[in-house]
């Protein structure tokens, strides 16, 4: 950028101007001195005359030192503005901000610094053939117009944008003012990019469009008070859904929140202000009245809001609706007493038909008992003073007259015992399982001592439960493993145990007949068999006594097997107490 000085061009008149005020001066004092100039001579001649052309060549040699003195005096200042200019010069082109002069009028671009060229693409030539209007997005060109056309009076700041040589948009903020360039009106004009700050400007804006939504969008009450709490510094809208008036009488008045409050619920409320300032933070749930007269239940959360010194900045707190929830609760709590109510009625009922079955299970067992004692009784004395009389025919039906009796017996012990099962109170205590076991399977031998069987367990196994109902259970499984591998000659039962999530699982396992697991969910119900009598023998109670005494103790029961591969038959129960001994 060049700007032109007219004083540079204009030295020598100014010299010439000078050096005739020093002549004129010169001549002046000449003229008034001819007193002085008498009193050298008395000759009146030559006193005029020398008087006259010495003033003369006095003033001509002065005129002469002057026009000279200012001259170098005119061409300094002439050479410190030029050098001023080149400084000014650079300073344009070196700085680091995009610059540029543009004409006042045509809005033609006078002049742009390398920091511009750099900035907006165009080489220096192509920016001289552009205007002001060429950098700015079409949409914007009517308020550039509007801004140029008034009277700037000292420098003017802005915020704009303008378009860059590939098309990308750069927001700027330009500071402008007037100058004269080349003798006509210009504007020289500096621009500061500002897109990375107009971006995180939006981006705050948008978030905070973000932030209001949410507040809006929420149904629970947001609200910030003054440390004192004696001003209301912001309350979301949910405030009118909750309390059922504007949040501006809450802003006005924050005692309002007290004066909404049940007076039933009011000294609660206030307990959990003064816990607030106690320890900071607080929660109280009380009921509130709405101008309408209809009653909510608001969960009031409420804490300081501290600096990194500790000290309260201000309260914030939540309100929200829970009348839904406390009627859900009540609801539930309603429905659970009801439940409870007819549990205990159930119960009762329950216990009134089992204490009446276990009469009639009793009072059959006897009437069944008399009949089936005079069948076997006479079917012996038949044996004993008939026998002889009888063929084969008739000794193979006394035979199976006196079998079906023993099976009727065995099956009325098994009965009563299910029943005594369902019916008997538990004694918990330690037990140890592998020792039962053991005493189990040893009788079973006693009874067959021309059976060989390998019984595997280990030392101890350790549960909780009833000791004589856990008896039975081993009994009944034992007997059907030692039963199942009565065919046989590598027989094995396996007792064995692990601790799964909290309980003691046990499984009885045999290598005996097995049987067709698909059906296993029946297994464990009353008279279920999977072997015909005729190959083995049972009265199908067995496994559902140890369904009964297994559930009591609050396990459960399975069985897995495959016909001629054995069965294992598992079952959980609670873990023995640590440090207990055996009973």
């Known amino acids: 950028m060049r700007l032109k000085d007219p004083l540079s061009s204009k030295s020598w008149h100014v010299a010439l101007a000078i050096g005739l005020a020093y002549a004129v001066a010169g001549v002046a004092w000449i003229l008034g001195s001819d007193e002085l100039v008498t009193s050298l001579s008395s000759d009146h001649d030559w006193h005029v005359a020398a008087q006259r052309y010495k003033g003369l060549l006095y003033v001509a040699f002065t005129a002469v030192a002057l026009v000279r003195a200012g001259h170098r005096a005119l061409a300094r200042a002439g050479e410190a503005l030029r050098s001023r200019e080149l400084q000014v010069q650079d300073l344009f082109q070196r700085h680091p901000q995009p610059m540029w002069v543009y004409d006042a009028d045509t809005l033609a671009f006078l002049s742009v610094n390398a920091a511009a060229v750099r900035a907006y693409g165009w080489t220096p030539d192509e920016f001289l053939g552009l205007t002001l209007k060429d950098i700015r997005p079409p949409e914007d060109v009517p308020r550039l117009l509007e801004v140029v056309s008034g009277r700037q009076e000292g420098p003017r700041t802005s915020e704009v944008r303008h378009w860059r040589k590939n098309g990308t948009v750069l927001q700027v903020r330009i500071t402008s003012h007037r100058v004269p360039f080349g003798g006509r009106a210009a504007v020289l004009v500096m621009a500061e990019d500002v897109t990375r700050e107009a971006e995180a400007r939006e981006a705050l804006q948008r978030q905070q469009s973000q932030y209001d939504q949410l507040h809006q969008s929420l149904a629970e009450v947001l609200w910030l008070a003054s440390a004192d709490g004696r001003e209301v510094l912001y309350v979301s809208p949910a405030f009118e859904t909750l309390y059922g008036r504007p949040a501006e009488d809450f802003r006005r008045d924050i005692a309002l929140w007290l004066e909404v409050v049940h007076p039933d619920d009011r000294p609660a409320a206030l307990s959990s202000s003064a816990e607030l300032l106690a320890r900071g933070r607080s ?46 609760d009540a609801e539930r709590e309603s429905a659970r007493a009801d439940l409870e109510r007819r549990v205990r009625e159930r119960t009762a009922d329950l216990e009134h038909v089992n204490a009446e079955l276990e009469a009639f299970t009793r009072t059959a067992a006897h009437d069944l008992r008399s009949p089936l004692n005079a069948l076997t009784g006479f079917s012996h004395l038949l044996r004993l003073r008939h026998g002889g009389a009888l063929d084969d025919d008739g000794r193979r039906m006394l035979q199976q007259i006196e079998n079906s009796a023993r099976h009727m017996s065995a099956l009325i012990t098994d009965l009563l015992v299910l029943s005594r099962v369902s019916a008997a109170e538990l004694t918990l205590q330690t037990v140890d399982l592998a020792a039962l076991a053991r005493a189990v399977v040893q009788d079973l031998q006693n009874q067959a001592p021309d059976r060989h069987v390998r019984f595997e367990a280990p030392a101890q196994l350790l549960a909780a439960g009833d000791a004589g109902l856990l008896r039975a259970l081993l009994t009944n499984l034992l007997a059907n493993a030692w039963k199942f591998t009565g065919r046989r000659d590598d027989a094995c039962v396996r007792l064995a145990g692990e601790v799964v999530d909290g309980r003691l699982a046990v499984v009885v396992q045999d290598n005996g007949a097995g049987f067709d697991a698909t059906g296993a969910a029946h297994l464990f119900e009353p008279f279920q068999r999977f072997h015909a009598a005729s190959e083995f023998s049972g009265t199908g109670v067995g496994l559902a006594t140890c369904r009964r005494i297994v559930e009591r103790h609050g396990g459960r029961i399975s069985a897995e097997s495959q016909p001629g591969c054995g069965a294992s038959l598992r079952f959980t129960l609670p873990l023995a107490a640590p440090g207990q001994a055996p009973t």
């Open 283 to 328: 929660e109280c749930t009380y009921r509130i009245r709405r101008p309408d007269g209809s009653e909510r239940w608001v969960s009031d959360r409420k804490r300081q809001i501290l600096d990194e010194a500790g000290r309260a900045l201000m309260i914030g707190g939540i309100a929200e609706d829970v009348t839904a929830a406390r009627e859900r």
